[in-house]
């Protein structure tokens, strides 16, 4: 009797074919969770923390099955009966952890940390209910609670309790561990999760994300990243960050005095990598316990802590550079409050001429990123132009200040989830050019050489035409959408931000839709896909995906039109979605606004499965088309410099380039007769203001430039020969991107632990 069934029967006292897919999930979930015992924890003297607000971990079950070496009997047994892993997997809740790239790129450093044997948790909070789950009604987003936590959960209740010491009271967690298991690997790591006894998923106003911001003791993990357009969101807000660093920096400490530290050796026994700037205030709680609990002097509790935290920073926008008020931070916890005075105080009496690097400002408010860079050793971006700007721009003075401690590296993605996962008839055609080899070096190189090999090409035609099945019967059943398989799969999926510039595609969905109107036919019909989420509290971002979902319905509605161009928004996208979305595209939109986006990971992740990038020179962006040169990638726009000036010198104006009848006739679109039939007035002439008069992220300054390549790609589609060449040369230049050799820089750079091994991969 196989793994499987004698587990089921000596378990259930049932045959496989006689269980459910709940059942069945069950079944592989508690047998993966007794095998964990069989991967001893990684061990080394020192050990990384990765503390993050978020965890964007996606479902587990496949992914742990893939790197426990077990994926391919289980899926045999399960095929026997008619099943598969990937119906099993449906009955798996999707872990609500994260939000976007953030928290997806802790996701795929916990992978990679571990798959390359390093002694490595992430550390975070435990949301009951996550952000929210995204809900389409009358075409607006509607937000409910995400009820994720269930009976079946990869969590384990640790033993491990401490108290967490706020201002008026206190306030007990408990901990809860997730493995993680590294490819191939003989040992495990863990994302460690706080939470607290006391919640009371109650306060929450039932079929809404509202609730009670001021009952600390009973709301404090209910949400990730709670509205904090109101003052007590705000303060929930510092209360959720000190909870998380307090909890981290008492856990490290304990981790650290068993493996043997005497607290003033802290920095040779952990390293602590914070996820921007939401962890910052483990600075001042690891000073406050090392002198109040651990009676160490204010000056060598700080230069422990200066020689423990490693920063990573995640974006030059100024509104998500966190500041809190003084005041704020004191109701939180005085003593914290009292340490980043004195911290403050440090860095005026040493730099008094340079009021942009102080911790507390003229408002009263303390700069998160400027205490992470003062009180850490390494600072870095996350794409080479992102630190390029930080450099030389944003953070310039901390750069003359300490030469040498801002330092890059670019962002990758786990191939486990992104390809050998998501996208495994794709897998095994490299399997089959270039052995298994680059399941673990990632090394891709090889394949350029059959870019013009009409067997490999067709072979990758194959593959793209059956993923894009998959993505039409995930659609059917996810949201009953029925969307063409053979036509352009065109996607953008990211948070919903004007910086990212989905109001750009919007216009030119627009365009596209008078085009056809006039008798312009695409020879392939366009399939335009949206997925993300908007802020609760960012209107104009709610009114782009309410303007995106009334061009989808004027479409669908136009007889001329709806053959050729179908536009959908994806319900509630997420982790699942993506190994949905990303292996069926043709077109990748990486269309922010020059100097905007930090990095972008879902670039690589098309990249990687074969769809061609239609990009401005921002983020990785500019690391792609390094890597792949100019004619295999889609450039538009301003570069990164013109645009920085224009913020500088106040020099764009949106009317201008409104004035122009061409892009005019797009923007007045959405205030027009046909759209206000279907739209609602308020938000349509609220985000028809903001582009005519403000525009901040200049989508008007690339539209022109963005139809026109638009266009031009969408006719390279029609030489399949010339795409393929293309997508063939983009396919073998991804393994750069692996999140393996990103971890193996931080490493190498930042961290110096131990490691069973490293992946190299230079860009060739």
Request: with cysteine; net charge negative; glycine share 6%.
């Amino acid at each position: 009797m196989s793994l499987l069934a004698e587990r089921v029967q000596n378990n259930y006292g049932k045959s496989l074919e006689e269980m459910t897919d709940l059942e069945l999930y069950q079944a592989l979930l508690e047998y993966i969770k007794e095998k964990a015992n069989d991967y001893p924890l990684n061990n080394s003297k020192k050990k990384l923390y990765y503390v993050s607000a978020e965890f964007l971990i996606g479902k587990l079950l496949s992914n742990n099955l893939l790197n426990l070496g077990l994926y391919d009997e289980v899926e045999s047994e399960l095929q026997s009966i008619g099943r598969s892993v990937a119906e099993v997997e449906a009955a798996e809740n999707e872990p609500s952890l994260g939000n976007g790239g953030l928290g997806r790129l802790a996701a795929c450093f916990l992978d990679s940390i571990a798959t390359l044997g390093i002694n490595g948790d992430g550390v975070g909070i435990n949301y009951h209910f996550g952000l929210f789950k995204q809900l389409l009604v009358y075409r607006e987003q509607h937000t409910v609670p995400d009820a994720w936590l269930g009976e079946n959960s990869w969590l384990k209740k640790s033993e491990k309790r401490f108290e967490i010491p706020f201002n008026n009271f206190t306030i007990n967690s408990v901990l809860y561990d997730l493995d993680i298991f590294g490819y191939n690997n003989t040992k495990r790591n863990r994302l460690r999760l706080f939470d607290i006894e006391s919640l009371n998923s109650d306060l929450i106003e039932y079929g809404t994300i509202n609730f009670d911001k001021t009952n600390i003791m009973e709301n404090l993990t209910l949400f990730l990243y709670p509205d904090d357009s109101d003052h007590n969101g705000q303060l929930l807000r510092i209360f959720q960050q000190y909870f998380m660093v307090s909890n981290a920096a008492q856990l490290i400490i304990d981790e650290a005095i068993e493996r043997g530290s005497n607290i003033h050796d802290l920095a040779d026994f952990a390293v602590i990598q914070i996820n921007d700037t939401h962890p910052a205030l483990i600075i001042p709680e690891l000073i406050r316990l090392l002198t109040q609990q651990h009676h160490i002097g204010m000056d060598e509790a700080v230069e422990i802590v200066k020689n423990t935290i490693a920063f990573t920073n995640h974006t030059i926008l100024s509104e998500a550079l966190e500041k809190w008020p003084m005041g704020d931070l004191e109701r939180v916890n005085p003593d914290i409050a009292h340490i980043i005075r004195d911290l403050d105080g440090r860095v005026k009496q040493a730099h008094p001429n340079q009021p942009g690097a102080f911790v507390i400002d003229n408002n009263g408010r303390a700069h998160m990123a400027n205490m992470s860079i003062h009180y850490g050793f390494s600072v870095n971006g996350v794409a080479q132009l992102h630190t390029d700007i930080l450099k030389d721009s944003e953070l310039s003075e901390f750069e003359a200040l300490y030469p040498g401690r801002i330092n890059n590296k670019t962002n990758g993605i786990t191939f486990r989830r992104w390809i050998m996962n998501a996208n495994k008839a794709l897998s095994s055609l490299f399997d089959e050019k270039l052995g298994e080899e680059w399941r673990v070096n990632h090394d891709l190189t090889e394949l350029e050489k059959y870019a013009d090999d009409k067997d490999f090409q067709e072979a990758l035609a194959t593959i793209k035409a059956h993923d894009k099945r998959k993505l039409k019967d995930h659609l059917l059943h996810r949201q009953a959408t029925v969307i063409n398989e053979n036509s352009i799969i065109d996607v953008q999926i990211k948070r919903i931000h004007e910086y990212k510039r989905q109001q750009m595609l919007a216009l030119y969905i627009v365009h596209k839709y008078f085009d056809i109107k006039k008798g312009n036919k695409p020879k392939t019909p366009i399939t335009i896909l949206f997925g993300g989420k908007a802020a609760p509290a960012y209107i104009i971002a709610q009114d782009i995906i309410h303007f995106i979902m009334v061009m989808s319905e004027i479409i669908a509605r136009d007889p001329e039109v709806s053959p050729y161009l179908q536009v959908v928004m994806v319900e509630n996208y997420n982790v699942t979605a993506a190994e949905y979305l990303i292996p069926a595209a043709d077109v990748s939109e990486q269309i922010s606004l020059a100097s905007k986006e930090a990095s972008g990971t879902g670039n690589m992740k098309f990249m990687l499965n074969g769809a061609l990038t239609i990009a401005t020179l921002d983020g990785a962006n500019v690391e792609i088309a390094d890597l792949v040169g100019e004619d295999n990638i889609y450039l538009f726009g301003k570069k990164a410099d013109e645009i920085v000036q224009l913020y500088e010198t106040n020099g764009y104006n949106a009317y201008e380039y409104y004035d122009d009848p061409a892009l005019r006739s797009l923007v007045d679109f959405i205030i027009s007769d046909e759209a206000k039939a279907l739209g609602n007035h308020e938000r349509l002439y609220r985000l028809h203001n903001d582009i005519v008069h403000k525009d901040y992220f200049m989508a008007l300054i690339d539209l022109k430039e963005f139809i026109e390549t638009k266009e031009r790609m969408y006719a390279d589609y029609e030489d399949q020969d010339l795409w393929m060449n293309k997508v063939v040369k983009n396919i073998a230049k991804a393994g750069y991107f692996s999140s393996d050799r990103t971890i193996t820089d931080y490493n190498r750079d930042i961290w110096h632990l131990e490691a069973d091994y490293e992946v190299n991969i230079e860009k060739k």
